[in-house]
């Protein structure tokens, strides 16, 4: 008997801790049950007990990450006659697993199965008593009724054990359940979370485009209104960033939601992968109340460093044009070029003073054995690592994706559109030139050295020529583009920060000792005449060999002058346009000539070349323009203004550029003239 009562306390011991746990995982379901039964027993001779009756009181758990599964704890009374006359009394008290089965509209099936320990009492004259175990199974069919009401009925069976190793008596039991929720579960179930890897660099690109995605169930049977989903992560976000979410959500719906994420720069610390915390939360109206739930999952973060290949875009994210060591070199490149000849196309000027000065500064192309573009490439889903331009700087070295970002970044500091050339097993990049397509195809002495993109015109750069001079680096650049035609990809980088955001961080604070500005003056001034001869020598046997064979010399000495006008060789341009001018008035000859003699500020001169040009035709609109230009600029303000009403009456447009030139605004004409005159100094061909 001691052993049995022992055994007794053990097991309610056991129920009640399961009950404490309930209640203080407050917020899932805990549900009561009452359950009135008939009785009838089954078992073979001897046969003891007759049909009876049993009441039973149930508490329900619903486990709250598994939610189909739960714990039961039960509290019951039964009477059953016995065959001599007497009858006898149980109480027990036992518990186990409950499975809930999926709803079926509003009615609700659930399987268990308790084990526990009886106490028996003989009504006889002796009263005699005793106790051991029983094992018991069911089935429950109800009928939601209510959120927090559900009526049903019950079938289940119960084994009875005698202390001997036998029966004393199985039977089967019939009820009615009323079961009411003490605490009920929220009807939303999060059933599955799905996060992708979080690279830092991207930090922007999250607060719009999903981390991942959560799939979410009513599990209940009345719909859910004004959800609003939230999802957090400690230490790396400043507060939870809401996801869109659905309006309403029916009864047995489910939804999958993309999660996002508006991440803070102290993500950018993590210098080594790790794995975070992630909290998705989702609140929701119901029978107008204000409900919530909540859960937590595992998220892969990658180093600051880390990129896949996945997008030629992602790789804008580090082109940092605004970190104050690649600003410091941007606005000397800057200073350097406003001094350089405008004739010559100042993105050009920029880009190429840039090269030639890293190449002066000792920068390497070094290939990264573990890491390079060419290997990780081939993968969407390899994790690469690429240097911010800072790095670069201070380790003197990077591979073809590094050098890539570092002139994109300080390009872009001095406000040069650049892009990203990926050809397979390769990245390099390219800039923009300021002139258009007609003009750049006229210019250059080989176009296909250029990409040309409607009227943008860009020029490749093989970044990773560091020893070899800027002219290489261009051919070299421009002949894998040729080369790879069918494969070779051009990405603009103001287009990819539209999705990929470059991010505000500076990895390394400590200053960059760069080349000292006087030596990138002389570095840009030889590579400008190096630049200037190359093109000169090009265009002019082009176009010596384009008069052989014809006596029209005056158009060929005519275009070489111009192209020598437009690299600022002003002296050797004049001398081609005398010798055009040789066997009389050629009207392409003076009005160029004119041109040249204005640009040095020699307006008399220009005017008798005008002049000359204009006799030849006298209904031209640009000489007509540049006769007024040349009068304002010798203080000849009538002359001017006659000439101006007449560019009217042939140009009407081309006046309305130069209103300067009329009469009210005379007196403040020239300043405004001299910003404008350049840009509509008409070349003649």
């Given at each position: 008997?001691?052993?049995?009562?022992?055994?007794?306390?053990?097991?309610l011991a056991f129920l009640l801790t399961l009950c404490v746990h309930a209640f203080c995982e407050g917020g899932n379901q805990l549900s009561f049950s009452f359950t009135p039964a008939f009785v009838m027993p089954f078992q073979t001779e001897p046969r003891y007990f007759t049909s009876g009756a049993e009441a039973g009181i149930t508490i329900d758990y619903q486990l709250p990450v598994v939610d189909f599964l739960g714990i039961r704890v039960n509290l019951s009374g039964a009477y059953l006659p016995?065959?001599?006359?007497?009858?006898?009394?149980?109480?027990?008290?036992?518990?186990?697993?409950?499975?809930?089965?999926?709803?079926?509209?509003?009615?609700?099936?659930?399987?268990?199965?308790?084990?526990?320990?009886?106490?028996?009492?003989?009504?006889?004259?002796?009263?005699?008593?005793?106790?051991?175990?029983?094992?018991?199974?069911?089935?429950?069919?109800?009928?939601?009724?209510?959120?927090?009401?559900?009526?049903?009925?019950?079938?289940?069976?119960?084994?009875?054990?005698?202390?001997?190793?036998?029966?004393?008596?199985?039977?089967?039991?019939?009820?009615?359940?009323?079961?009411?929720?003490?605490?009920?579960?929220?009807?939303?179930?999060?059933?599955?979370?799905?996060?992708?890897?979080?690279?830092?660099?991207?930090?922007?690109?999250?607060?719009?485009?999903?981390?991942?995605?959560?799939?979410?169930?009513?599990?209940?049977?009345?719909?859910?209104?004004?959800?609003?989903?939230?999802?957090?992560?400690?230490?790396?976000?400043?507060?939870?960033?809401?996801?869109?979410?659905?309006?309403?959500?029916?009864?047995?719906?489910?939804?999958?939601?993309?999660?996002?994420?508006?991440?803070?720069?102290?993500?950018?610390?993590?210098?080594?992968?790790?794995?975070?915390?992630?909290?998705?939360?989702?609140?929701?109206?119901?029978?107008?109340?204000?409900?919530?739930?909540?859960?937590?999952?595992?998220?892969?973060?990658?180093?600051?460093?880390?990129?896949?290949?996945?997008?030629?875009?992602?790789?804008?994210?580090?082109?940092?044009?605004?970190?104050?060591?690649?600003?410091?070199?941007?606005?000397?490149?800057?200073?350097?070029?406003?001094?350089?000849?405008?004739?010559?196309?100042?993105?050009?000027?920029?880009?190429?003073?840039?090269?030639?000065?890293?190449?002066?500064?000792?920068?390497?192309?070094?290939?990264?054995?573990?890491?390079?573009?060419?290997?990780?490439?081939?993968?969407?889903?390899?994790?690469?690592?690429?240097?911010?331009?800072?790095?670069?700087?201070?380790?003197?070295?990077?591979?073809?994706?590094?050098?890539?970002?570092?002139?994109?970044?300080?390009?872009?500091?001095?406000?040069?559109?650049?892009?990203?050339?990926?050809?397979?097993?390769?990245?390099?990049?390219?800039?923009?030139?300021?002139?258009?397509?007609?003009?750049?195809?006229?210019?250059?002495?080989?176009?296909?050295?250029?990409?040309?993109?409607?009227?943008?015109?860009?020029?490749?750069?093989?970044?990773?020529?560091?020893?070899?001079?800027?002219l290489e680096a261009w051919d070299k650049g421009a002949s894998e583009w040729r080369e790879n035609a069918a494969e070779a990809h051009l990405t603009t980088v103001a287009e990819a920060w539209d999705v990929f955001e470059p991010v505000g961080y500076f990895e390394d604070t400590r200053p960059v000792s760069f080349v000292p500005e006087n030596t990138i003056k002389t570095l840009f001034q030889n590579a400008l005449t190096v630049f200037v001869h190359r093109e000169l020598e090009a265009q002019k046997?082009?176009?010596?060999?384009?008069?052989?064979?014809?006596?029209?010399?005056?158009?060929?000495?005519?275009?070489?002058?111009?192209?020598?006008?437009?690299?600022?060789?002003?002296?050797?341009?004049?001398?081609?346009?005398?010798?055009?001018?040789?066997?009389?008035?050629?009207?392409?000859?003076?009005?160029?000539?004119?041109?040249?003699?204005?640009?040095?500020?020699?307006?008399?001169?220009?005017?008798?070349?005008?002049?000359?040009?204009?006799?030849?035709?006298?209904?031209?609109?640009?000489?007509?323009?540049?006769?007024?230009?040349?009068?304002?600029?010798?203080?000849?303000?009538?002359?001017?203004?006659?000439?101006?009403?007449?560019?009217?009456?042939?140009?009407?447009?081309?006046?309305?550029?130069?209103?300067?030139?009329?009469?009210?605004?005379?007196?403040?004409?020239?300043?405004?003239?001299?910003?404008?005159?350049?840009?509509?100094?008409?070349?003649?061909?």
């Open positions: 008997m001691c052993r049995s009562k022992k055994a007794a306390s053990c097991v016995i065959w001599t006359g007497d009858g006898c009394a149980f109480f027990s008290i036992g518990g186990g697993p409950s499975v809930f089965l999926p709803k079926l509209g509003a009615f609700t099936n659930s399987l268990y199965g308790s084990a526990g320990y009886y106490y028996g009492v003989i009504a006889d004259s002796g009263n005699r008593t005793g106790g051991s175990f029983f094992l018991s199974g069911g089935l429950r069919s109800g009928w939601q009724v209510s959120p927090s009401f559900n009526a049903g009925i019950e079938v289940s069976y119960r084994f009875v054990s005698d202390g001997l190793g036998g029966a004393l008596y199985q039977g089967l039991g019939f009820g009615a359940s009323a079961r009411y929720s003490l605490l009920q579960a929220s009807p939303v179930r999060i059933r599955e979370i799905k996060f992708n890897d979080v690279f830092p660099v991207f930090l922007k690109y999250y607060d719009t485009h999903s981390i991942g995605q959560v799939v979410f169930e009513n599990s209940g049977t009345a719909p859910i209104r004004d959800m609003e989903v939230t999802f957090f992560v400690d230490k790396y976000m400043d507060n939870p960033t809401q996801c869109p979410a659905p309006p309403i959500l029916n009864g047995g719906q489910k939804a999958t939601i993309d999660l996002l994420a508006l991440f803070s720069e102290k993500v950018l610390s993590i210098t080594e992968s790790t794995v975070v915390s992630g909290k998705v939360a989702v609140s929701y109206t119901q029978g107008g109340k204000r409900l919530s739930v909540e859960r937590s999952g595992s998220l892969h973060v990658q180093d600051r460093n880390a990129i896949t290949w996945d997008d030629d875009r992602k790789v804008a994210a580090f082109v940092l044009y605004k970190d104050p060591a690649v600003l410091e070199i941007a606005k000397t490149l800057a200073r350097i070029v406003k001094e350089a000849p405008p004739s010559i196309d100042g993105n050009l000027s920029t880009a190429m003073t840039l090269h030639e000065a890293l190449r002066k500064y000792g920068m390497s192309y070094v290939v990264d054995p573990t890491s390079s573009y060419a290997v990780q490439s081939k993968s969407k889903v390899t994790v690469d690592y690429i240097q911010y331009p800072r790095s670069s700087l201070q380790y003197k070295a990077g591979d073809c994706d590094d050098l890539s970002v570092l002139y994109a970044s300080i390009l872009q500091g001095v406000g040069i559109d650049t892009a990203f050339i990926t050809v397979p097993g390769h990245i390099y990049m390219a800039f923009s030139l300021k002139m258009g397509a007609e003009k750049a195809r006229k210019l250059f002495s080989n176009p296909s050295n250029l990409i040309i993109r409607g009227d943008k015109v860009w020029v490749p750069l093989e970044i990773t020529m560091t020893t070899r001079d800027f046997a082009r176009l010596d060999k384009a008069a052989e064979g014809t006596s029209d010399k005056a158009s060929s000495l005519n275009s070489l002058a111009v192209i020598c006008a437009q690299y600022g060789q002003n002296d050797s341009a004049k001398q081609y346009l005398a010798q055009a001018l040789q066997k009389g008035d050629f009207f392409p000859a003076l009005v160029n000539y004119g041109n040249i003699l204005y640009l040095e500020g020699n307006f008399a001169g220009a005017l008798s070349y005008y002049q000359r040009a204009q006799k030849l035709k006298p209904d031209d609109a640009m000489t007509t323009l540049h006769l007024a230009q040349a009068y304002s600029r010798m203080g000849n303000d009538g002359e001017a203004e006659a000439r101006f009403r007449r560019l009217a009456s042939l140009d009407p447009a081309l006046a309305a550029r130069h209103s300067e030139l009329s009469a009210p605004a005379a007196g403040q004409g020239k300043a405004a003239e001299q910003g404008s005159e350049r840009e509509e100094m008409s070349w003649q061909e």
